[in-house]
């Protein structure tokens, strides 16, 4: 079972200008092949297929946890191209065509399936599916499946970071380079320790350090690069049996119960007229005020 | 964010008697279009894409502590998918074909593509796909949408329920029945709320009433059909807001923070070695238990 | 525009026996690549996206009324699948598993998503979709790809009625292997007269005789493969500027103003309880008769 | 079955300008998820699959009718784009680029795939496919869907309005927003008949009145809001049991057999050589009507 | 079984600029329904799955040579592609944006998931799929429908001709177009000698001769619009039984064992630092090479 | 460019039994996810898209002649199918029913599409599609996604070896074991060049040896397991400088220019009237003779 935190991973600035192709590419990070989607769902769906738990505890727990962060990963990027996206469109009665940006855009769902918000499609709009899921029940190809998806996944981050200067994208993109980064060790840790063979020399792939993108360095100063959480509040302890030792940055990697210390509020998405969003006018909302007394039998 | 629980929704009792093809069956009511990770994926963007949240926080607080519950629900149908395909082959050498059984099966995915485990398909093997998530931002429109998907969830765990006599399925079934019961009155009651109109007297749609499922009977009689969890240590409360007044069976509404009282433990699924999973020898074990110590310096 | 008639192409006979699996391949001529939908939606787009009308009338009135006969194409086939299907299953409470037969049945589709009817699937349950339309708007290039379109919908029809010697399926199948053939001849001729060139020749495509089917006999004694209709009150008249001449079988072309003179009723189908369809109670009967006549102001 | 009218729901006006990427966006409302090809597909499916019909006429009747008039909205649709597209290139030489502006515009598809003309995709290419489809057999949840299918293409129609000035767009957006509100209204009648509850009470959803756009009013000053009908000559007149009463707006609803007395011609597609359609050149045409005239045996 | 040889089909020109747009209308021509991918699977499958080979050779070796042309066409295509984006972006770090052209671009997939390479993509990014191949074994049915594939493959290789004057997509469209032509009438001869139907008039479609298309000059010029080759070492010389007798255009058909005399060097593809791609630095170099000679016992 | 041989890369047993499901099963090693479209494909598309070529050609010299080993994979497990499904169905007037068995068979598309031959569909019938394929550009990326590739495919021939006991498809899965780990090994090396981390030492994954099934043995005894062929006559000879040193099973690795010593011949398919494939009767034949004859201008 999962438990909600009405929290995002980590504050996101508000972005100083609409980006809506900024944000279609960050759609390539939450629907992609290599995107969040993916992650999430590969490691849930491998968590649920475990064999042979009670005797691979440690690995259990790496992927079972790595599962819990990527929901908040999907939000991340969701709330991502929710920034990004506004301010595309003003209000204005229909026929001054408030929309009319949107006919340019390069998603149009954005503006025609959704408010001007995150769906999950990659950049070119196509749906995120259940065949980017593996889930082979071997314990070491699935290893080796999520080092090589999560190395994917960084090299994606790193080119849609090159595409946009957007500052909200950099920032979420920075930050799950760092944590991506984190899960890219855990998985190499966990086939040496299943192997014997030493993947955590292959990394990083690319071979580009997090440092040559600006928005990593706070993360990585402090330290966020050596920790991983359980994401729950008891279980998934064992994940510190695998994370312990030697960050190859030098430093001391730390397994923590819980979620991290840090964390930002969900951005407030305003109302947008043009998209009859959320379409509750002030003397709806009287009446809906009304019904929830009534309803609370007051 | 979120956190995860080591615990099933429910204790699934463990199939008499495998089933391949009923397990194939249940992979409509996680990966079809009226399946959990359709509801799980709906809420969860349509609570990440809410707009004016702010001024109607109880709407929200319903549509994202239900994606809370919604993940859950995914892992108990996973779960259940699990445990009645165990016990379909036994172990043999690979000349003898151990697998033999499978080229007959409905899901040959099941035991090629993974371990006899469940995957992100309908009961075609159709992948679960994105153009499954309706978030249109506009508050009325996403509550119908929601009320509309429940509905046709619940007609497909009825007709599912009908397709198999496993035990195991049906325990999960009839829960799910008695939950999903409560989410189609949570969306018709905050429609009602949001509009005026009496949706709730739309049902249950089908008519019939989910006691003509034998496993419904145990969860409606402690109660559970009334009640509404916010999977949340902390947030979510506002769903009590909507989630009050009387039960169209005529008990209170009762609206709780945090999980269910009850839960169950995760099953172990055993080795496989006809399949090759996990794939860890005696051997290797010995040696992954040295190497996990080494790693923790001892 | 298009007006609908309450009235089947032909009178379908009962099945004798449910054959869901039979149905389940019928799906191929339905929701195939050759499929009915296919060249109904072809036909469509390309009467819609025909270029230089006023002076190729005579072509664009052979496209133009063959989508109208295909709609009765899709309606028949549709028709067919779903008296297959009649009588697979019987009523029972749900804990008796009523639907039990589905769960090994090849089309889980027509039991969970539908009551036991049609879907636009093709007979692996893989959805019909828009990238089997082809609509260039080079005459030449549109007419060839209708014939050989043509003829690989014969192709499947003859392999389907091999497969199933249900009485529904081959009555229909029969029919529709007349039918083709007049649409095969009249895409031949089409090109013959834009080009020159004897396409007609090259019929059939397989080379079997239409006669090798029993239910194409009763048709082609009636000599509806030399009839063409417009399936309109007054237009597409033109058709019969192309479909005059002589058959290959040595009778005379004919084109005809409206609907063929035969037709049958559209089968009704009986409540199906444990499918809940269409889930209404006597009870509930009432109380609509009711309402209607409350509604009608009596 | 089906006949054909060679003639428009309405009459288009010729746009002033091109549009491709307007045109692009268009297409949302043909082949979307909510576009008029899904209405008429769910609608014909749900007609060929209604079970109960003898007892439950009216409500087939709505259905089956309402069928009829999509095709004549999908027509509708498809020639706008067409229209939207005229003009967007200029013959000339292949070496002088003359399909350069395709490069750029959003949809390749229709310069490469087709000839300047709709396709069965959507705003972003995406080929319209048969999962889009719902047919349970259950009424109520039929109904239901069908309602909840109308609000979410009224919402897209809404907003591809305010993305384009284009007044052929204008033109088909706004009929197509009463026709459509006609369908909301009849299926929230039809679900209130079969359940005595009040759904009529949720309309409009988005609650913005069509009036808010201007191409609707001449339609609604018409009183085209207020009128159903059955879109055949003799069949389907129980629709008037259904839609009969009150308009929400005050007026009275009526119910008529056959098509809206209006309607206007379909648009003549002019040669366009560039893509080489139709592709039959003076002497071509020559010689056609030289072999039109051999076969008359004239 | 196949053997490769490291030189392209053609020598291809250096793009004088790049063209990104034009590289996404490109893929129309590789992964498209009537792209490159399509005629080589297709033949591919075709020759597998010939029936009566023995009997049937000189049309089985029609469509297993062209198939062997067709990958060196899939490969003439990519290349293209490859060459059109090349000078799309400049190195730069990270926070320089240095792909923000990307951003607008119509093919995000060539910078996020390839370094600005080809994919099996068409123009909308759609995937090439499996479905795109006919293979029904019926012979004149099979070559009916090679035919129509290459008809419709020139008509989309002339439109995309139109699009771009990028000499690069030029010279490689221009020779497709001539050895696009020669299988058009290799399998119109093929369709002619098994049915006596003399297919070969209907040639070309659409009916501009190649020669309208500056690039095809030079190669019609040399004659190549005459010559097949078998693609083969000593294999499928009976392509000479039916590749025989006098062209279209007068001169005499000539049918070659092996490859044609001609063909150009593969293009080396320089670093692309800012893709990571290939993301060998100096250093990595010399180890490299270092442990190459290791490897090589030196 | 590519050279055909009209050869099979091994000598294919004849079954002794039809098998069709046993086909259905196979064909996940063909157009699965992990099948030899999917290895075929991306190997190609990388070795189009390679950067750095000069540099780094050893690497290209890998990938590039893997390739074309690729394609006689395609074409073996292509044929393998074609033979399990031979003697499925006996010739009968369509009336007799002759395809029956077609209805209860796990894939129809073998009976109607095709003539009981090879589709590029998976073991459900999924058609493969492009979005299988990676090819980032870095070349540490590629390798590693090459290496995590053919481990995927390696368990999933293991399994459905396990599946079926037809003599067919075990020779040919055997021999593709061995030829797969062959690919394994060399990609494995490769990475080990580039990165200098002992990647061989995580194999084999499963970690099941090849031994262990009976058809492999007899290749491993001829050493195929060691030799890696340029599959070119001329070009790619670079491989030996990373296919050198020791296999692991202690042997000497060995680099061979040009294809394998052995193969077999293609098998011939016999005619099969009741799928009207060839559909050439004995009348036909004669008049083609005739035809071919006087194109010889004999």
């Known amino acids: 079972m999962f438990k909600r935190v009405d929290r995002l991973a980590i504050e996101l600035p508000i972005s100083n200008n609409p980006d809506p192709n900024g944000a279609s590419a960050v759609q390539e990070l939450l629907g992609g092949k290599y995107g969040e989607m993916s992650t999430l769902n590969n490691y849930m769906f491998q968590s649920f297929n475990f064999r042979g738990r009670s005797k691979l505890r440690p690995f259990y727990d790496i992927v079972a946890s790595i599962t819990a962060e990527e929901f908040g990963h999907v939000e991340l990027v969701a709330n991502t191209i929710n920034l990004m996206l506004e301010g595309s469109t003003s209000p204005g009665a229909p026929d001054s065509t408030p929309l009319r940006i949107a006919k340019d855009a390069r998603m149009t769902s954005h503006f025609i399936e959704s408010a001007q918000t995150a769906l999950p499609y990659d950049s070119m709009g196509r749906p995120w599916n259940g065949s980017y899921v593996f889930s082979s029940g071997n314990l070491i190809l699935d290893l080796l499946h999520n080092f090589f998806l999560e190395c994917g996944a960084r090299t994606h981050k790193m080119r849609v970071y090159e595409m946009t200067d957007n500052n909200t994208a950099r920032e979420m993109t920075g930050y799950l380079l760092v944590r991506g980064g984190v899960h890219i060790l855990a998985y190499a840790k966990a086939l040496e320790i299943a192997t014997g063979v030493d993947v955590t ?45 030697v960050h190859p940055d030098g430093g001391k990697l730390e397994a923590y119960a819980g979620l991290p210390g840090y964390g930002g509020p969900i951005p407030e998405l305003p109302d947008l007229p043009e998209e009859f969003a959320p379409g509750i006018s002030p003397e709806d909302f009287l009446q809906i005020a009304e019904r929830l007394k009534r309803n609370a039998g007051l």
Do not use: C, H, V
């Open 201 to 245: 020399k292959l990394i990083p792939i690319p071979s580009l350090d997090n440092k040559a993108f600006e928005t990593t360095r706070k993360w990585e100063a402090m330290g966020e690069q050596r920790r991983l959480y359980t994401f729950s509040d008891k279980d998934y302890q064992q994940i510190a049996q695998i994370w312990k030792g």
